[in-house]
């Protein structure tokens, strides 16, 4: 198996994806924006069928991923893990500018990476600092965002969840792919 | 014009790039003459193209006058003027990159820097010559384009030598020639171009008389102001030293060697420079001028007004039927757009701007209209230019340069480098006004078209304008220089590819994207190795090992790329404290025995507070002696722990008290804990707890220590290290040394399994006398200490365990750890015991272990730095460090004794009784004495008498017709279950002694046993004047007969009751054999009913079966029940028998012991004070 950065995306023609990433919180100001999260997400159209893989990261306020996913259908591609990772952390620079020029918790499309598309949604509320980060397709994203956003405060509410650690839960994470099949 | 913008980087270079060119056409002898220097013509003139200085007057076509002050000529033979080759760019291009990585002084061993200092660097790498070397030569692969007329040669340089013959005729021979760029005869441009006639004369050819005649016939035939003559090569040698080399900026490194320009002198440079700047000043520019108002006018009169326009359009629109073919040599340079682009491109030359824009207006509108898209990109390129030099419109320029840029990508191929140069004018554009963000998106998108090397550089640059802007987007900066490096990587840039990627570490370092930190790691790891660099490659490899998160594919393709670079290296790597596996710290266990010993593993898995209580009056209490009320508290703790003496050792344990390191002492290396360990030592025994050492010896060490450590240890002659007695032992050879084992668990991180070797422990042993220096030693490391950094710590603390490694393997007879291999499954754990054999006296130190992994990897791994962290961050003194306990004091040996139960069973069904051995070994050659046996529970378990050891069992219990047993005894001590055998039972040395044991499985479930045995050593030293011997066993009694019993009294008689009982089996298979019912004491008599009692034909039980019986039960006794007495007469009706009609003779003595023993402790633990009756069953198991 070879390792080799496959980062120059030479993207088959028909491949469209889309990302999506997560949001900072500046700590001196009134803790506005305390959830965000980020959805991109990648669809691969052949043949009419539709295929898709989606990358949903949930990313604390120190930008540390709390909860990652690979959604879709799409098969899983080995290569692909890093490359998410990569496109998602830069696009983190972008969300933390846009999130504070916005009252929107759902920022579609805010950076793209050559056919990558990454949208986030940011989380406010004066709970607690965590950004979630999805990676999603269409129509279907804010909805999503919106369940996960509903899963995530019920994981917060569990006294034995420290916020900002990893999401450890099997059930939040059945939960999501369930949403993602739902929805993509 | 604005000033600020032409002072810009994109100003500056479009001053210099966009100039006119001047073709230059030589003959060989020229350029003959002119090698001699190591030039050609070309590079002989260049630099004196360049005016800085000159005041050239202009008019605009409109009669403005302005200035021009600066200037500059771009010199290219003929052959030259044509589009670049692509490949050959290609390899130039690389060739440029090659040099600049050659050229890098970047230090590769330094660590990356830091984000802190990033901003700072970001400016001067940004702006750095590198990359702009490397523009300027991607903007020149597109130059000498037909579609822009910037390109074309304004002037025509005709170049003679004297020597050649006929002259005149050469001039007229070299422009006729078909050696014209193809830009000249495809008619893309007018080939009537001012020419101008240069005579060269090599004055080392003799005198300059016969130039002078060439000169004056060609003035005559070609016109005066056009000839021109320069004589070069006057020096007469070598002049050599020219302090500034005009060539040298030029020309690359390797020519500077020889001696550019050695033979011109200073009149020469003179008359070139002469030359050039009439050239320029009285022939181009006027020329230029000129042009610029002929076409002007010929513009405004077919193209200008409203006549015109309106004709323009009509006349377009038929157009629009021709076929579209933007390539095709539909423009010749006399239509009206071409000359409206020369007109165009020689104002801007002229920095005439504003009517460089209008005329580019006019001709995007007839590109477009036309479709000719390339050359429609051209003209919206340069308007772009225009706006940006008039600092207009910053929206207008940037429009015109996105259009420019998304046109030339729309043609494909033959746009792609007229695209790439229009994005670098676009970046430069946005980047003079600050626009950083945007200027790096523009460098993606050029790196999108371009092949990778040229993409890695743009990525480059683009990572940078976002360090750039406002504020830094370190994100985007660090993955755009990863993007950069792996595309170095695709074009065989390795150290461009590790530099980008170092630089990126400075974003990614400590942050939890596992994947993207694992990527970057390994990347650069494996490219250093690549480099033949290992010991970087190695470093970087370290940190991707542990990827439990990667796939099996990945974990595998990891490990074996850093075992590969490992073999490279061409030694055992040896590393600190290496994460595979990963060392569980709190798994640590230490078994050692000191006065208490152990028999199995199982019982030292017993908690010690289960033992302690059982042996709490067992052992003889320490003499604890109160100095004062201060004293008494640590001592009680001492008195837990710091007892201990193994075969050969004392394990000292910090107390609390002592946990006097602060933050200060956190760095502080493992000697100086050891020392301040000793002293908390001396403290806690200066009472005397222990033996006491006298002489001088001790003092003197007290003095050193209260050296180092001032106000916490007084110095005191009377506190003493209690190691081992100085006497040598007698017979010391062939006693078993014991062990100390510690038990460690490994847990692999990896999906895969690894292989671990030569697991061993780290121990320093060091005999008494070494102690001071060690304690000096660890002082000076102390000093040292606080200018430590972390790494640095790590690496002292690296060298301390090699070396005391090293010093075990050369001292090999001191101390002897075992080896232990094995390998890990994925993801799993292991507990491995490694133990150390110390054989001589002196003080153990158990600094940390070491292991080889893959027979490869040596990895050193010390205990104490976990706790050293928590101590920083709780600041908890109570935290023992494990430093404190894993040392020993080593004393000379002793005998142990060794215990084991035989015949005990696993498994037993309650009420089960069973005879036991107890067999005690003595190991050593010393006797032990004073035997005493503590039981946890003599329910079970309860010692017999010698005597029983040889009865046969179970017919000893038996009634005998002598009935002569002896009392039962039951007193307290046997209550508690403390027992001593005879006192004149000693064990020898090398002697086994066996005891016997009573089982009786009183109740069921999981029956810990513990047994505590307790000696005495007879003949050696006072420091451990006994010992106790752990033994515990584990029995699991399965239930078996369940028993009710209902009384009731008889109806008829006074004295008598009728008893029924109810026998369920409970057992799951066995079946049982009813034997006899025995009512104890003798105050009952019983018997059965029906009386003959042969009724029952069920006395087998088989699994779950139940049965029911009758007694009659008797008052018989008057007499006071006293509970012990007994006499033969009484006890015989008590019994009866339940079995078959051939057992009936064999009865069962219940008062016998053990029975009867089992039967006080069982009604001692039921605690009912009025007993009335007891039975006993007895009966069989069936088979």
Same mark, same amino acid.
């Given at each position: 198996?070879?390792?080799?950065?496959?980062?120059?995306?030479?993207?088959?023609?028909?491949?469209?994806?889309?990302?999506?990433?997560?949001?900072?919180?500046?700590?001196?100001?009134?803790?506005?924006?305390?959830?965000?999260?980020?959805?991109?997400?990648?669809?691969?159209?052949?043949?009419?069928?539709?295929?898709?893989?989606?990358?949903?990261?949930?990313?604390?306020?120190?930008?540390?991923?709390?909860?990652?996913?690979?959604?879709?259908?799409?098969?899983?591609?080995?290569?692909?893990?890093?490359?998410?990772?990569?496109?998602?952390?830069?696009?983190?620079?972008?969300?933390?500018?846009?999130?504070?020029?916005? =009252?929107?918790?759902?920022?579609?499309?805010?950076?793209?990476?050559?056919?990558?598309?990454?949208?986030?949604?940011?989380?406010?509320?004066?709970?607690?600092?965590?950004?979630?980060?999805?990676?999603?397709?269409?129509?279907?994203?804010?909805?999503?965002?919106?369940?996960?956003?509903?899963?995530?405060?019920?994981?917060?509410?569990?006294?034995?969840?420290?916020?900002?650690?990893?999401?450890?839960?099997?059930?939040?994470?059945?939960?999501?792919?369930?949403?993602?099949?739902?929805?993509? | 014009?604005?000033?600020?913008?032409?002072?810009?980087?994109?100003?500056?270079?479009?001053?210099?790039?966009?100039?006119?060119?001047?073709?230059?056409? &030589?003959?060989?002898?020229?350029?003959?003459?002119?090698?001699?220097?190591?030039?050609?013509?070309?590079?002989?003139?260049?630099?004196?193209?360049?005016?800085?200085?000159?005041?050239?007057?202009? /008019?605009?076509?409109?009669?403005?006058?302005?200035?021009?002050?600066?200037?500059?000529?771009?010199?290219?033979?003929?052959?030259?003027?044509?589009?670049?080759?692509?490949?050959?760019?290609?390899?130039?291009?690389?060739?440029?990159?090659?040099?600049?990585?050659?050229?890098?002084?970047?230090?590769?061993?330094?660590?990356?820097?830091?984000?802190?200092?990033?901003?700072? &660097?970001?400016?001067?790498?940004?702006?750095?010559?590198?990359?702009?070397?490397?523009?300027?030569?991607?903007?020149?692969?597109?130059?000498?384009?037909?579609?822009?007329?910037?390109?074309?040669?304004?002037?025509?340089?005709?170049?003679?030598?004297?020597?050649?013959?006929?002259?005149?005729?050469? *001039?007229?021979?070299?422009?006729?020639?078909?050696?014209?760029?193809?830009?000249?005869?495809?008619?893309?441009?007018?080939?009537?171009?001012?020419?101008?006639?240069?005579?060269?004369?090599?004055?080392?050819?003799? &005198?300059?008389?016969?130039?002078? $005649?060439?000169?004056?016939?060609?003035? =005559?035939?070609?016109?005066?102001?056009?000839?021109?003559?320069?004589?070069?090569?006057?020096?007469?040698?070598?002049?050599?030293?020219?302090?500034?080399?005009?060539?040298?900026?030029?020309?690359?490194?390797?020519?500077?060697?020889?001696?550019?320009?050695?033979?011109?002198?200073?009149?020469?440079?003179?008359?070139?420079?002469?030359?050039?700047?009439?050239?320029?000043?009285?022939?181009?520019?006027?020329?230029?001028?000129?042009?610029?108002?002929?076409?002007?006018?010929?513009?405004?009169?077919?193209?200008?007004?409203?006549?015109?326009?309106?004709?323009?359009?009509?006349?377009?629109?038929?157009?629009?039927?021709?076929?579209?073919?933007?390539?095709?040599?539909?423009?010749?340079?006399?239509?009206?757009?071409?000359?409206?682009?020369?007109?165009?491109?020689?104002? *801007?030359?002229?920095?005439?701007?504003?009517?460089?824009?209008?005329?580019?207006?006019?001709?995007? #509108?007839?590109?477009?209209?036309?479709?000719?898209?390339?050359?429609?990109?051209?003209?919206?390129?340069?308007?772009?230019?225009?706006?940006?030099?008039?600092?207009?419109?910053?929206?207008?320029?940037?429009?015109?340069?996105?259009?420019?840029?998304?046109?030339?990508?729309?043609?494909?191929?033959?746009?792609?480098?007229?695209?790439?140069?229009?994005?670098?004018?676009? #970046?430069?554009?946005?980047?003079?006004?600050?626009?950083?963000?945007?200027?790096?998106?523009?460098?993606?998108?050029? +790196?999108?078209?371009?092949?990778?090397?040229?993409?890695?550089?743009?990525?480059?640059?683009?990572?940078?304008?976002?360090?750039?802007?406002?504020?830094?987007?370190?994100?985007?900066?660090?993955?755009?220089?990863?993007?950069?490096?792996?595309?170095?990587?695709?074009?065989?840039?390795?150290?461009?590819?590790?530099?980008?990627? /170092?630089?990126?570490?400075?974003?990614?370092?400590?942050?939890?994207?596992?994947?993207?930190?694992?990527?970057?790691?390994?990347?650069?790891?494996?490219?250093?190795?690549?480099?033949?660099?290992?010991?970087?490659?190695?470093?970087?490899?370290?940190?991707?090992?542990?990827?439990?998160?990667?796939?099996?594919?990945?974990?595998?393709?990891?490990?074996?790329?850093?075992?590969?670079?490992?073999?490279?290296?061409?030694?055992?790597?040896?590393?600190?404290?290496?994460?595979?596996?990963?060392?569980?710290?709190?798994?640590?266990?230490?078994?050692?025995?000191?006065?208490?010993?152990?028999?199995?593993?199982?019982?030292?898995?017993?908690?010690?507070?289960?033992?302690?209580?059982?042996?709490?009056?067992?052992?003889?209490?320490?003499?604890?002696?109160?100095?004062?009320?201060?004293?008494?508290?640590?001592?009680?703790?001492?008195?837990?722990?710091?007892?201990?003496?193994?075969?050969?050792?004392?394990?000292?344990?910090?107390?609390?008290?002592?946990?006097?390191?602060?933050?200060?002492?956190?760095?502080? =290396?493992?000697?100086?804990?050891?020392?301040?360990?000793?002293?908390?030592?001396?403290?806690?025994?200066?009472?005397?707890?222990?033996?006491?050492?006298?002489?001088?010896?001790?003092?003197? /060490?007290?003095?050193?220590?209260?050296?180092?450590?001032?106000?916490?240890?007084?110095?005191?002659?009377?506190?003493?290290?209690?190691?081992?007695?100085?006497?040598?032992?007698?017979?010391?050879?062939?006693?078993?040394?014991?062990?100390?084992?510690?038990?460690?668990?490994?847990?692999?991180?990896?999906?895969?399994?690894?292989?671990?070797?030569?697991?061993?422990?780290?121990?320093?042993?060091?005999?008494?006398?070494?102690?001071?220096?060690?304690?000096?030693?660890?002082?000076?490391?102390?000093?040292?200490?606080?200018?430590?950094?972390?790494?640095?710590?790590?690496?002292?603390?690296?060298?301390?365990?090699?070396?005391?490694?090293?010093?075990?393997?050369?001292?090999?007879?001191?101390?002897?750890?075992?080896?232990?291999?094995?390998?890990?499954?994925?993801?799993?754990?292991?507990?491995?015991?490694?133990?150390? &054999?110390?054989?001589?006296?002196?003080?153990? $130190?158990?600094?940390?272990?070491?292991?080889?992994?893959?027979?490869?990897?040596?990895?050193?791994?010390?205990?104490?730095?976990?706790?050293?962290?928590?101590?920083?961050?709780?600041?908890?003194?109570?935290?023992?460090?494990?430093?404190? #306990?894993?040392?020993?004091?080593?004393?000379?040996?002793?005998?142990?004794?060794?215990?084991?139960?035989?015949?005990?069973?696993?498994?037993?069904?309650?009420?089960?009784?069973?005879?036991?051995?107890?067999?005690?070994?003595?190991?050593?050659?010393?006797?032990?004495?004073?035997?005493?046996?503590?039981?946890?529970?003599?329910?079970?378990?309860?010692?017999?008498?010698?005597?029983?050891?040889?009865?046969?069992?179970?017919?000893?219990?038996?009634?005998?017709? =002598?009935?002569?047993?002896?009392?039962?005894?039951?007193?307290?001590?046997?209550?508690?279950?403390?027992?001593?055998?005879?006192?004149?039972?000693?064990?020898?040395?090398?002697?086994?002694?066996?005891?016997?044991?009573?089982?009786?499985?009183?109740?069921?479930?999981?029956?810990?046993?513990?047994? +505590?045995?307790?000696?005495?050593?007879? $003949?050696?030293?006072?420091?451990?004047?006994?010992?106790?011997?752990?033994?515990?066993?584990?029995?699991?009694?399965?239930?078996?007969?369940?028993?009710?019993?209902?009384?009731?009294?008889?109806?008829?008689?006074?004295?008598?009751?009728?008893?029924?009982?109810?026998?369920?089996?409970?057992?799951?298979?066995?079946?049982?054999?009813?034997?006899?019912?025995?009512?104890?004491?003798?105050?009952?008599?019983?018997?059965?009913?029906?009386? $003959?009692?042969?009724?029952?034909?069920?006395?087998?039980?088989?699994?779950?079966?139940?049965?029911?019986? *009758?007694?009659?039960?008797?008052?018989?006794?008057?007499?006071?029940?006293?509970?012990?007495?007994?006499?033969?007469?009484?006890?015989?009706?008590?019994?009866?028998?339940?079995?078959?009609?051939?057992?009936?003779?064999?009865?069962?003595?219940?008062?016998? #012991?053990?029975?009867?023993?089992?039967?006080?402790?069982?009604?001692?633990?039921?605690?009912?004070?009025?007993?009335?009756?007891?039975?006993?069953?007895?009966?069989?198991?069936?088979?």
């Amino acid at each position: 198996m070879n390792y080799l950065p496959n980062l120059c995306y030479q993207a088959p023609p028909n491949l469209a994806n889309e990302i999506c990433q997560h949001l900072p919180v500046d700590e001196t100001s009134i803790g506005k924006f305390i959830f965000s999260w980020q959805i991109f997400n990648a669809v691969q159209c052949s043949l009419g069928v539709m295929a898709s893989t989606a990358c949903f990261i949930i990313v604390s306020r120190n930008d540390i991923p709390i909860y990652e996913a690979e959604l879709g259908s799409a098969p899983k591609k080995e290569e692909t893990a890093h490359q998410h990772q990569f496109i998602l952390h830069a696009a983190l620079d972008i969300v933390q500018d846009l999130a504070w020029t916005t =009252s929107a918790m759902f920022l579609k499309a805010v950076d793209r990476f050559n056919d990558l598309v990454v949208s986030v949604y940011v989380t406010a509320a004066h709970i607690l600092p965590i950004f979630k980060v999805v990676y999603f397709l269409l129509d279907g994203i804010k909805s999503f965002f919106q369940e996960v956003h509903e899963l995530y405060i019920k994981i917060l509410l569990n006294p034995l969840y420290l916020p900002g650690s990893r999401i450890p839960s099997s059930h939040f994470d059945t939960k999501v792919r369930a949403l993602a099949r739902k929805y993509l | 014009m604005d000033a600020a913008t032409s002072s810009s980087y994109l100003g500056k270079m479009l001053i210099e790039e966009i100039t006119p060119v001047v073709m230059v056409i &030589t003959t060989p002898l020229v350029e003959q003459s002119c090698q001699t220097n190591g030039l050609s013509f070309v590079q002989l003139v260049q630099p004196f193209c360049n005016f800085d200085n000159i005041d050239v007057p202009v /008019r605009t076509a409109s009669d403005q006058p302005y200035r021009l002050h600066q200037f500059k000529l771009r010199l290219h033979y003929a052959s030259d003027i044509r589009h670049p080759n692509t490949e050959a760019a290609e390899e130039h291009l690389k060739q440029v990159v090659t040099r600049a990585s050659d050229n890098d002084l970047t230090d590769f061993s330094s660590d990356p820097p830091q984000l802190e200092n990033l901003l700072q &660097t970001a400016q001067s790498e940004s702006q750095s010559s590198r990359f702009q070397v490397f523009n300027k030569e991607l903007i020149h692969a597109s130059s000498f384009s037909e579609h822009e007329a910037f390109d074309h040669p304004v002037a025509c340089l005709l170049v003679v030598s004297s020597k050649d013959n006929e002259p005149i005729n050469k *001039f007229v021979d070299l422009f006729n020639t078909n050696q014209f760029p193809s830009l000249l005869n495809d008619g893309a441009m007018d080939p009537k171009i001012l020419k101008h006639y240069l005579l060269v004369h090599d004055n080392q050819d003799g &005198t300059s008389e016969k130039a002078t $005649n060439i000169i004056s016939d060609m003035r =005559s035939t070609f016109g005066s102001s056009e000839c021109r003559m320069i004589c070069i090569n006057s020096a007469q040698n070598e002049s050599g030293d020219r302090q500034d080399n005009p060539w040298a900026i030029y020309k690359s490194d390797a020519q500077l060697g020889q001696d550019l320009g050695c033979f011109l002198n200073f009149d020469d440079l003179s008359e070139i420079k002469d030359l050039m700047q009439d050239l320029s000043s009285k022939h181009i520019i006027p020329h230029m001028e000129q042009k610029i108002r002929v076409l002007n006018q010929q513009v405004s009169a077919t193209r200008k007004g409203f006549r015109n326009q309106i004709k323009n359009l009509w006349w377009r629109k038929g157009k629009d039927d021709t076929p579209d073919a933007p390539t095709g040599p539909m423009y010749t340079f006399s239509s009206i757009e071409s000359q409206i682009r020369v007109l165009g491109d020689y104002a *801007f030359m002229l920095r005439d701007y504003e009517l460089a824009l209008s005329n580019y207006r006019l001709l995007s #509108t007839d590109y477009k209209l036309d479709k000719a898209w390339k050359r429609y990109a051209g003209v919206q390129e340069m308007m772009g230019l225009s706006f940006f030099m008039l600092d207009q419109s910053r929206k207008d320029a940037e429009y015109c340069m996105e259009n420019a840029f998304s046109t030339y990508l729309k043609l494909g191929s033959s746009g792609q480098r007229n695209a790439t140069r229009c994005g670098l004018w676009w #970046t430069e554009m946005l980047k003079a006004r600050d626009q950083y963000k945007e200027a790096a998106g523009v460098y993606s998108r050029i +790196s999108n078209e371009e092949p990778s090397l040229h993409a890695a550089v743009m990525l480059e640059q683009a990572s940078y304008c976002y360090l750039l802007s406002n504020p830094p987007l370190l994100h985007k900066y660090g993955f755009h220089l990863v993007l950069s490096g792996s595309r170095y990587y695709i074009s065989d840039q390795r150290k461009h590819a590790i530099r980008a990627y /170092r630089s990126s570490l400075s974003v990614y370092k400590g942050n939890a994207w596992k994947y993207i930190n694992d990527h970057v790691h390994y990347h650069i790891g494996k490219w250093y190795a690549v480099l033949g660099m290992h010991d970087l490659a190695i470093k970087h490899m370290l940190q991707v090992l542990v990827c439990g998160h990667q796939s099996i594919v990945t974990q595998e393709l990891f490990l074996r790329d850093f075992l590969q670079i490992v073999q490279q290296l061409g030694k055992t790597f040896e590393v600190f404290r290496l994460q595979l596996p990963i060392l569980s710290m709190p798994s640590l266990k230490v078994i050692f025995e000191d006065h208490r010993t152990y028999a199995s593993l199982s019982a030292v898995n017993v908690k010690e507070n289960l033992w302690k209580s059982l042996e709490e009056d067992l052992v003889p209490a320490v003499p604890v002696m109160r100095t004062n009320w201060l004293d008494s508290q640590p001592r009680r703790k001492d008195k837990d722990s710091s007892i201990c003496v193994a075969g050969v050792l004392v394990i000292w344990r910090r107390d609390p008290v002592f946990g006097f390191g602060g933050a200060d002492d956190d760095v502080a =290396s493992g000697y100086t804990r050891g020392t301040r360990l000793l002293e908390g030592l001396n403290l806690n025994l200066g009472g005397g707890v222990l033996m006491r050492e006298a002489g001088g010896k001790s003092e003197r /060490r007290n003095h050193v220590l209260g050296g180092t450590d001032g106000g916490l240890y007084s110095t005191d002659g009377d506190k003493t290290v209690p190691v081992g007695t100085r006497r040598t032992i007698p017979g010391g050879r062939g006693i078993v040394l014991e062990a100390i084992k510690v038990d460690l668990e490994f847990k692999n991180p990896l999906k895969i399994s690894i292989s671990l070797s030569e697991v061993s422990l780290i121990c320093q042993l060091s005999v008494k006398a070494d102690l001071v220096e060690s304690e000096i030693h660890g002082q000076n490391v102390n000093d040292m200490d606080g200018h430590l950094s972390a790494t640095g710590f790590h690496n002292l603390e690296m060298e301390k365990l090699k070396s005391i490694w090293e010093m075990k393997a050369c001292s090999s007879s001191s101390l002897v750890p075992s080896e232990v291999d094995f390998s890990l499954d994925g993801l799993k754990k292991t507990v491995v015991q490694l133990t150390v &054999t110390p054989q001589v006296e002196g003080v153990l $130190n158990i600094i940390g272990v070491r292991w080889k992994l893959s027979g490869s990897v040596v990895t050193y791994h010390n205990f104490d730095s976990n706790v050293l962290k928590k101590r920083v961050k709780g600041k908890r003194r109570s935290a023992k460090s494990p430093s404190s #306990t894993l040392k020993f004091t080593v004393i000379e040996s002793l005998p142990k004794l060794e215990g084991s139960i035989h015949h005990l069973p696993e498994r037993a069904y309650a009420g089960e009784l069973r005879r036991l051995v107890l067999e005690l070994r003595n190991q050593s050659k010393f006797p032990v004495k004073n035997l005493k046996m503590k039981i946890n529970d003599p329910r079970y378990l309860y010692p017999g008498r010698f005597e029983d050891i040889k009865a046969e069992f179970p017919s000893c219990l038996e009634k005998q017709t =002598s009935c002569e047993r002896s009392n039962v005894r039951a007193n307290a001590s046997q209550l508690s279950g403390e027992f001593s055998f005879p006192e004149d039972v000693t064990i020898q040395g090398e002697a086994t002694f066996s005891w016997p044991l009573w089982l009786h499985a009183a109740t069921s479930g999981r029956i810990p046993l513990l047994i +505590s045995v307790y000696y005495e050593m007879d $003949n050696l030293s006072s420091d451990m004047r006994y010992r106790t011997l752990r033994i515990h066993y584990n029995l699991e009694v399965l239930p078996s007969l369940d028993v009710s019993i209902q009384i009731s009294r008889c109806p008829s008689r006074l004295k008598e009751f009728l008893v029924r009982v109810d026998i369920v089996n409970k057992s799951s298979s066995e079946s049982f054999r009813l034997h006899q019912l025995s009512s104890v004491g003798c105050k009952w008599e019983m018997s059965s009913l029906p009386p $003959n009692g042969s009724a029952s034909p069920s006395e087998l039980l088989t699994a779950g079966q139940a049965l029911s019986r *009758f007694f009659n039960l008797k008052d018989c006794g008057k007499s006071t029940y006293d509970g012990t007495s007994s006499s033969p007469s009484t006890l015989r009706g008590s019994d009866v028998s339940l079995g078959s009609e051939g057992g009936k003779d064999i009865l069962f003595d219940i008062s016998s #012991t053990p029975l009867a023993d089992f039967h006080n402790y069982e009604r001692s633990h039921q605690e009912k004070s009025i007993e009335v009756c007891d039975f006993s069953i007895m009966t069989w198991a069936s088979k």
